[in-house]
């Protein structure tokens, strides 16, 4: 989600997606230290306990609200016109109601953070909440959203590249010569394996480049989807139904999903020069992300009408250059995310290996588990290939705890004997939306995921 390029992915990432901030000075980082975009800005330490935070607090407002906003621009910004299409015009208060509810949702975290100065991390605010228990359920819902946010980006990867290559290859469905998989199959196999080395790379600082790039990229394809607005002409003439709520409970997967990117902030919170402005952050962030997603989302709804992809980059008219420059920019965005959103896996890996082991047998191992996952991604996009509705799924029955329903049940347990009745109120009816969004939209995205998977291998 982290992209949500997030970033989003952040990601983030996460969703996934940008954290970056000025270079240290050089030696400042040892060997046995690591830097990413997901685990905050400079250089690393170990504390008591051997966890890695930031060891320099020296990311400005600016570079936070950058980060931020890095991490939440993605996967998710693809799919708003076809959220809004298939919701009507009024869901676009649920987009922007979204978007308020995890600006506050940040807010929470950063406050839950000020109250402990040990807690670095997402897990970290778990433990201090729940104990053992919070952090296990954290980690997991973690780690389960990188793998889904992944194999979204994966899905996205072939669609995109059998779109590009449809002109030469004809058919989408044309058979090669490879363990029978069709020509785009087995082009998105080479795309998965040409990005596959950078899961091996140890310092995640000398990759940093490619959170830009994922960030690029993401704004590139809202500037094309203005330009085929603006010169293609495509005329923004089609009708938004008002509302079709049987189709809420899918699209609020879809949107949720488009702000996923809070495993992140903590990170970005604890590099801060100044702490007390995260608050502000969350809020310029979110405002200048919920601008861009409803902007688009009524762009693509106007432009293409009921036709509109899943993934707007789809429904562009193909003899435009402005097209071929967005399709490239959703190809290229997911072979930018595999080693940033690896990156809290590869870490939290580093942290439970010997001591004693050497560096490059850690990177050996770190580098074929990382390996395999992402063959293991691979495998599950191709063999469910609904960009839409594995979005859906991992926005209602994750995304959704990660940011909205968890935050505001850590605040609550943590400032349980000093909140007031109208904060624990609110807290209470956001996890309460949360659980039933999240419970309803995971019940619709599973069902058609099924009906899909169903219809496609019962044909002949």
């Not at 046995?32 to 800005?41: A, Q």
């Not at 979204?152 to 290859?169: E, G």
């Not at 562009?316 to 190809?331: F, R, Y």
């Amino acid at each position: 989600m982290w992209s949500k390029s997030n970033t989003k992915e952040s990601s983030s990432p996460f969703h996934l997606n940008q954290v970056t901030n000025e270079e240290p000075p050089d030696g400042s980082i040892e060997e046995n230290k690591m830097k990413n975009d997901l685990e905050s800005l400079g250089a690393f330490e170990k504390d008591d306990d051997g966890r890695m935070h930031a060891e320099r607090n020296n990311s400005s407002f600016l570079h936070a609200v950058i980060n931020m906003v890095g991490m939440l621009i993605g996967l998710g910004q693809l799919s708003t016109p076809y959220a809004l299409e298939n919701g009507g015009w009024t869901s676009s208060f649920l987009l922007i109601g979204m978007g308020i509810s995890c600006a506050y949702s940040s807010h929470l975290l950063g406050k839950c953070l000020q109250n402990n100065s040990k807690s670095k991390d997402y897990k970290d605010i778990g433990q201090q909440a729940f104990g053992t228990k919070g952090r296990i359920l954290a980690t997991t819902l973690i780690y389960m959203e990188i793998f889904m946010a992944l194999v979204s980006y994966t899905i996205s990867l072939h669609d995109n590249l059998a779109t590009v290559f449809s002109s030469s290859l004809g058919s989408n469905d044309q058979s090669s010569h490879f363990a029978h998989l069709t020509t785009p199959q087995l082009i998105t196999v080479i795309a998965v394996l040409v990005a596959l080395p950078s899961l091996w790379l140890r310092n995640f600082s000398s990759i940093s480049f490619l959170s830009t790039a994922g960030i690029l990229m993401s704004l590139l394809i809202f500037v094309t989807v203005a330009c085929t607005a603006i010169f293609g002409g495509v005329r923004a003439n089609h009708d938004i139904p008002a509302l079709q709520i049987h189709n809420i409970p899918a699209i609020s997967g879809l949107y949720i999903f488009s702000f996923a990117g809070h495993i992140v902030f903590p990170n970005i919170y604890t590099a801060m020069k100044d702490p007390s402005k995260f608050t502000k952050v969350s809020i310029v962030s979110f405002s200048l992300v919920t601008t861009l997603y409803t902007t688009l989302a009524f762009m693509g709804a106007k432009l293409f009408g009921p036709q509109v992809n899943p993934q707007i980059t789809l429904s562009m008219p193909p003899n435009l250059i402005v097209t071929k420059i967005a399709l490239w920019a959703t190809v290229l965005t997911p072979m930018t995310k595999y080693a940033l959103e690896f990156a809290p896996f590869a870490i939290q890996l580093e942290q439970m290996l010997p001591n004693s082991m050497k560096s490059r047998t850690k990177m050996f191992i770190r580098g074929t588990i990382g390996s395999i996952l992402l063959l293991i991604i691979l495998v599950l996009a191709l063999c469910v290939p609904y960009f839409e509705h594995v979005l859906s799924l991992t926005g209602s029955l994750i995304s959704v705890g990660i940011c909205i329903i968890l935050p505001c049940g850590f605040y609550t347990k943590i400032f349980w004997r000093e909140i007031r009745r109208p904060l624990l109120i609110l807290n209470m009816i956001l996890i309460a939306i949360g659980v039933i969004l999240g419970a309803l939209g995971t019940v619709s995205s599973s069902k058609s995921l099924v009906r899909n998977f169903e219809r496609a291998h019962s044909k002949p």
